[in-house]
């Protein structure tokens, strides 16, 4: 490259670093440079929720909560920043404590998964809540509240043919992203405990191929998640 | 002086350490779906599973499949179509970089690889086909190259071990490795390394591979800013929701273009007269770094498509999006549209919106206060509406290249002394190209062991539609009888190293028959007892089998009288009272692996049925002969059809008879008389069957009293019970 071109493209690529530095103090909270650089922290406040029988209205307990923030990864793949889990209480009481700040990419957080909710309890149909993040809400905002917080959410009564409860048994284990095996163990072992929890009840059903494929994928998914680090 | 070189070498130190981010290709599950899309309307390669006796059912190495955590959630089964959806993700394998995580770049989770895979999936078609080059720093070898293996092949961990001529290995070693493991294994790399192929030709439809605009959104100032129109698609892909949008992405569409036919395989990429995919979506569409642009208006510095905003159509085009939290957000963009050429059709699509300016962000969600370009939505569904369906028919037009090559193999089998002498006859159906190499003729024993049988190797010419003239060689009778097959290695055309492969569709058809004769002459003590065996039941119906109606089992039942006068010797009259019966198990083997479907469908108006004949004869010694018959149904007849052990070796199958049949594992079906329409019956994996006649032949009872004679002959009365079926088989 000549020395000229060379020169003009410096002096280019520090104008741009200091109009992007400018440019993101929109994201308020965040380390302007974050995601141009080290990456940006995000954190989330703790919150309660409820969840209640859709036919009686009476709490459900024992339930298996999961709280997902998805975090976008190079090549478009997601996977959690971080995943949380609690267990009803006999009032159908969920309570998620707050997080961070935890160090994720430069892109963001992703609307309505930051976060998503998975709720799993057997007799039930799986339910799946999205996060309705407001338009206002940056990406990279460094806190992301869960906006239905205080909420009630109802568990339909589900008793179905076999081929039914394995697909909602499959929306139960696998809710989102996958979390990286590098992922915080806090992260891994609500997945592992899920998936543990699901694979009770696939134990119970007729043992066919994919019910056993099924099986064997979950095997496989705890293993990786209590050893951590790629297979 | 000493701040220019801190900025250049730095920000060269930055695009070393992020360059396996640059790369990003469509998204993995995309690519999934274009390759699961080209696998199934590739015809060749269903032709190619069948001629090497696959099915698309088969799996192979199962217990090297990849998670599905690691494939975005893809299930590998094993398949075939699978191991190629496998490929296609993984191609975009890639290291480790650890350094990378504190410039904030979030590395997905992947399979741990020696190489950046995706720094090779570049190829800047309208600079001179270069690879990716970041400040006039090359970072990866042109994504035809290292496709078909003219650049980074090699065996090292860093080089690349999944370009064509690797497939090619693989499906050699797929079809010639003795043991079955091993070309099970040799098959999912033969499939998968078709994957990663295709990849790269699917990559040539993304306007960012072939415009040099990286795309990595990992320390963005220098690799790009993350490809906003992958992960649109993607969400196509996936059924999922696209940013802060409440509503599910549309389904990707992948069909409707006709599958391209051409050669070779670099014109797939580009070729001099534009007609390659790079060709298309590098000079038609614009892309997010090469965007018409108010301040830095070049659009990457590639002459076309022309970076003159003003030269294309604009139009104002309303957009309404409802968001998670429900907001509604609507506006108006102003769309440059632009006709879209694709040369390898001969066809233009008028107005395509491959651009927009607007005070609308690129994702439509933040309104600005000066309008700006950029691509949206509209824009990507316009491009991927257009560059995914093409994406799929060039992928299947390289598959249907890849297994062009078509012979076929015509084979008899014939017991030869103490050996077996089998008779090959080789043809070249491949359209308008020559073979010239070698062709060789493997079997498996019953553990699945392929062994090369001995003289059966030539070095061959056959020209298109031409046949060989019978190759013979002698097989010991240890031999397995199938699966064989014949592979040849060579030249199809021009392209060298070619692997083509047939399974000869030996077929053998048997009768092991029983003739049983019972004779209580009226002089003879102890009475004639005669029974004999067919040998050697099997004869080669190859050619013929299918056409000619199978006269599926028969049996019957004579009762007769011969009455004598002998006059020369005035002696006493004299009657034979004889029983005559005939019985048999027709058989059917064709070796696992010939092309013949599983449903045997038997037709319609089966013939046979039970019949009782009556026959009366007088002979005259020297003057005349004469008598009567009568014939009258008796009863419908029916015949199941049975499976039976496969034998194992050549001596076995022709060394069956009646008396030592082959076992019976169970009953695949029964065809009656009776039965007005075809009888379809599901083989499953039978390779060997019989008919055997359900219905037996009643007793004909006693004899009329002795036929009246002539003084100077002798009479012969008979009543016959037959019962057959027989019936025309059809395999669908």
């Known amino acids: ?231 | 002086m000493i701040v220019r070189h801190w900025i250049a070498s730095g920000s060269l130190t930055i695009v070393l350490l992020a360059c396996p981010a640059n790369g990003s290709a469509y998204d993995v599950r995309t690519h999934g779906e274009i390759t699961r899309a080209a696998f199934e309307r590739s015809q060749r390669v269903a032709d190619y599973l069948t001629a090497v006796g696959l099915k698309s059912t088969d799996t192979f190495a199962l217990g090297e499949v990849t998670t599905s955590r690691l494939l975005a959630d893809f299930e590998n089964t094993g398949t075939a179509r699978d191991w190629m959806i496998e490929g296609a993700i993984r191609e975009d394998d890639l290291k480790s970089h650890p350094g990378l995580d504190t410039l904030g770049c979030e590395f997905p989770e992947h399979v741990p690889s020696p190489i950046d895979r995706s720094l090779n999936h570049f190829f800047d078609v309208q600079r001179g086909g270069r690879g990716l080059t970041v400040l006039g720093v090359t970072l990866g070898v042109p994504a035809p190259d290292w496709a078909l293996g003219r650049q980074g092949r090699g065996p090292d961990p860093d080089q690349n071990q999944f370009s064509l001529p690797d497939a090619r290995d693989y499906q050699l070693r797929s079809l010639i490795a003795a043991a079955r493991d091993e070309r099970g294994r040799n098959t999912a790399l033969l499939f998968r390394a078709l994957g990663q192929v295709v990849h790269l030709l699917e990559d040539s439809a993304a306007p960012q591979h072939t415009r040099n605009d990286p795309h990595a959104g990992c320390v963005e100032v220098i690799t790009g800013q993350h490809s906003w129109f992958e992960e649109y698609v993607e969400t196509r892909a996936l059924n999922a929701r696209f940013r802060r949008r409440g509503a599910i992405s549309p389904p990707l569409i992948v069909e409707g273009y006709e599958i391209v036919a051409t050669r070779p395989y670099q014109d797939f990429f580009a070729t001099a007269s534009r007609q390659g995919l790079a060709d298309l979506s590098s000079r038609n569409f614009l892309s997010a770094g090469t965007n018409f642009s108010l301040l830095f208006g070049t659009c990457g510095g590639l002459p076309e498509p022309v970076c003159e905003p003003a030269t294309y159509g604009q139009e104002p085009r309303s957009f309404s999006i409802r968001t998670v939290d429900g907001a509604l957000v609507e506006g108006t963009v102003t769309v440059y549209t632009r006709d879209v050429v694709d040369l390898m059709a001969g066809t233009s699509i008028p107005r395509v919106p491959v651009s927009s300016r607007s005070v609308w962000d690129q994702h439509l969600e933040q309104r600005g206060l000066f309008p700006i370009f950029t691509m949206n939505t509209i824009n990507y569904d316009a491009a991927a509406d257009i560059l995914l369906p093409r994406a799929a028919g060039y992928a299947a037009g390289l598959l249907d290249a890849f297994f062009r090559g078509r012979l076929e193999a015509g084979i008899s089998v014939t017991p030869n002394g103490n050996g077996y002498l089998a008779t090959l006859q080789l043809t070249n159906r491949t359209p308008g190209e020559t073979m010239t190499g070698t062709f060789t003729v493997y079997a498996d024993d019953q553990d699945g062991v392929r062994t090369e049988l001995p003289g059966a190797r030539w070095n061959l010419t056959l020209p298109p539609d031409t046949s060989t003239s019978q190759l013979t060689f002698v097989v010991p009778g240890t031999t397995s009888p199938g699966p064989w097959i014949v592979a040849f290695q060579g030249t199809l055309g021009t392209e060298a190293g070619v692997i083509v492969a047939a399974q000869p569709s030996a077929v053998y058809v048997g009768r092991l028959a029983r003739d049983y004769f019972y004779s209580e002459r009226t002089w003879s003590n102890p009475p004639l007892v005669y029974e004999d065996d067919q040998d050697p039941p099997f004869e080669d119906l190859t050619f013929f089998w299918t056409r000619t109606p199978w006269v599926a089992a028969w049996e019957t039942v004579t009762r007769w009288r011969l009455d004598f006068l002998e006059y020369s010797s005035f002696g006493p009259e004299r009657t034979d009272y004889a029983v005559r019966a005939e019985d048999s198990f027709m058989v059917f083997y064709t070796p696992p692996g010939g092309a013949i479907s599983r449903v045997l469908e038997l037709s319609a108006g089966a013939g046979g049925g039970c019949y009782e004949r009556s026959r009366l004869e007088f002979s005259v010694y020297y003057y005349r002969q004469f008598g009567w018959e009568t014939s009258a149904p008796v009863s419908s007849a029916a015949a199941e059809i049975v499976e039976l052990e496969p034998p194992p070796d050549l001596a076995t199958l022709f060394g069956y008879s009646h008396a030592a049949p082959p076992r019976v594992l169970g009953t695949l079906g029964r065809i009656s008389t009776e039965q007005a329409g075809p009888t379809l019956i599901d083989l499953g994996e039978a390779r060997f069957f019989g008919v055997r006649l359900l219905t037996r032949p009643g007793d004909p009872g006693p004899l009329l009293p002795p036929a009246p004679y002539y003084p100077s002959g002798d009479s012969y009365y008979s009543v016959t019970v037959s019962c057959a079926v027989s019936a025309t088989p059809r395999f669908r």
């Open chain 1, 1 to 231: 490259m000549p020395r000229r071109r060379r020169a003009r493209f410096g002096w280019t690529a520090l104008t741009g670093i200091v109009v992007l530095v400018a440019a993101a103090g929109a994201h308020g909270q965040q380390d302007p440079l974050c995601p141009y650089f080290a990456g940006c922290e995000f954190e989330a406040p703790g919150f309660t929720i409820r969840v209640v029988d859709e036919r009686t209205g009476e709490p459900v307990s024992d339930a298996h909560v999961m709280a997902i923030w998805i975090v976008y990864g190079m090549y478009g793949r997601k996977g959690p920043i971080m995943t949380l889990e609690a267990v009803s209480g006999s009032d159908g009481t969920v309570t998620f404590p707050a997080w961070g700040p935890l160090r994720g990419g430069s892109t963001g957080l992703e609307p309505g998964h930051d976060p998503a909710i998975s709720v799993f309890k057997p007799g039930y149909r799986t339910l799946f809540v999205i996060n309705p993040t407001p338009l206002s809400q940056e990406l990279l905002a460094r806190v992301h509240p869960f906006h239905r917080a205080g909420q009630a959410f109802a568990l339909v009564p589900f008793q179905g043919p076999a081929a039914e409860t394995i697909a909602e048994l499959r929306k139960a284990a696998y809710p989102l992203s996958y979390p990286s095996s590098r992922a915080p163990q806090v992260v891994r072992d609500a997945y592992v405990h899920r998936y543990r929890r699901v694979r009770v009840e696939l134990e119970r059903l007729p043992r066919d191929t994919e019910v056993s494929r099924f099986l064997r994928r979950l095997d496989e998914e705890i293993q990786a998640y209590r050893t951590g680090g790629d297979r």
